[in-house]
């Protein structure tokens, strides 16, 4: 595999709401146009952000200006913020747009989303908008009612279509913020037929009933002949460790999931590519080794990720002054790639990087 283009999709501007660009994502749709979303903020976690979206006629090449058309809407008289806008297209020119929701009010001194001293999670939701246009208009939002078990729900993953029309959504569960009972983190699926509309009950896809393992960040993807495979980040909560990729493969929808496989990577997956004759590109971040983005192929979603095939797509340079303070740091200043196949056979893949006072978004075309 190699790199035959490259680019940033919008720079950032220090010292605004526009100084953090991170979470983008990206959509190719029927027509062969693009259209790129992605978190921007004073930070990578504020009450100011807000999801940007930009469209690409030439491949990624170029792109439009940014726009803001998801805005910060509240929910049920709650003043919140969207965090991320992952877009599914369901048919030409329809569009689903599934969205995290933060609550900004509940908790207003919290230092981040989480309670670093019970691993709760403030308030979020999951909601849903809808375009007919392909993108140009949107529906209000509307909320997606998670049962009480799956507390705080984190979207780590667009909506995905199956051959037959369902649509699989994956959630994240997390604890309410002051809880303060053990977590038994656990990652699961909702599936829809009737076009995002309603959904069933949860499927577990990762979960570790002993609490030792999480399997955060799942991405997924379908394969042409109907299977999903699906990429954990995965921790092991006793050695304070991350561990190598694992990878479930569903044959039924997403009903149930074979055990997990480590794919022989470390450490952070991204959302896969997946071309029309089965092969799946994966990217994914490696932050405590030598700190880059680098992405491999495999032939199949069960397939072996060949070395062979491996490329490098971004390496971060720390700071040079108090390298152990700087690189705690500097580890999250990049990352979150996700992977889109084009029409002409390529693979476009687009990640954030930079520093803490500034990220961009950055493209990748890959050709598999």
């Not at 995002?196 to 394969?223: C, K, M, Q």
């Not at 480590?262 to 590109?281: K, N, S, Y």
């Not at 072996?304 to 999250?332: I, N």
Request: proline content about 8%; charged content about 20%; some cysteine.
């Amino acid at each position: 595999m190699r790199i035959v283009d490259s680019g940033v999709l919008s720079r950032s501007t220090p010292g605004t709401d526009r100084a953090n660009l991170t979470f983008p994502s990206v959509l190719s749709k029927t027509d062969g146009t693009l259209i790129a979303t992605w978190h921007s903020g004073t930070t990578k976690d504020c009450a100011d952000e807000v999801v940007e979206l930009s469209r690409s006629s030439d491949l990624g090449k170029t792109w439009s200006a940014p726009e803001r058309p998801f805005g910060s809407p509240t929910l049920h008289g709650v003043r919140g913020t969207v965090k991320i806008v992952y877009l599914t297209e369901l048919a030409p020119g329809r569009i689903i747009a599934a969205s995290m929701w933060i609550d900004r009010e509940t908790y207003p001194d919290a230092p981040g989303l989480f309670n670093p001293e019970t691993e709760g999670c403030v308030p979020m939701s999951i909601l849903l908008a809808d375009s007919a246009d392909g993108g140009k208009t949107w529906t209000a939002w509307r909320e997606v009612p998670m049962p009480e078990e799956i507390g705080p729900a984190s979207l780590t993953n667009p909506i995905m279509q199956l051959p037959d029309g369902a649509l699989v959504m994956t959630i994240e569960t997390n604890k309410h913020y002051l809880d303060t009972s053990k977590w038994y983190q656990r990652v699961v699926a909702f599936h829809s037929t009737d076009g995002g509309r309603t959904w069933g009950e949860p499927v577990n896809i990762g979960f570790d009933p002993t609490g030792l393992i999480y399997n955060w960040d799942l991405r997924s993807a379908v394969a042409p002949d109907g299977r999903i495979g699906a990429f954990a980040w995965t921790y092991n909560t006793e050695t304070e460790s991350y561990l190598n990729i694992h990878r479930r493969v569903s044959s039924d929808g997403g009903r149930t999931w074979s055990a997990p496989e480590d794919i022989g990577v470390t450490d952070q997956a991204a959302h896969p590519a997946v071309l029309p004759d089965g092969r799946i590109v994966l990217p994914w971040v490696d932050r405590f080794h030598d700190q880059s983005i680098k992405a491999r192929v495999a032939p199949s979603i069960d397939g072996t990720f060949d070395p062979e095939t491996e490329v490098t797509l971004y390496t971060h340079e720390a700071p040079k002054e108090d390298p152990k303070g700087a690189l705690g740091f500097s580890v999250w200043s990049f990352g979150l790639p996700y992977a889109e196949a084009l029409p002409d056979g390529t693979v476009l893949v687009v990640y954030y990087a930079g520093t803490e006072t500034a990220m961009d978004v950055h493209w990748n075309r890959l050709a598999p």
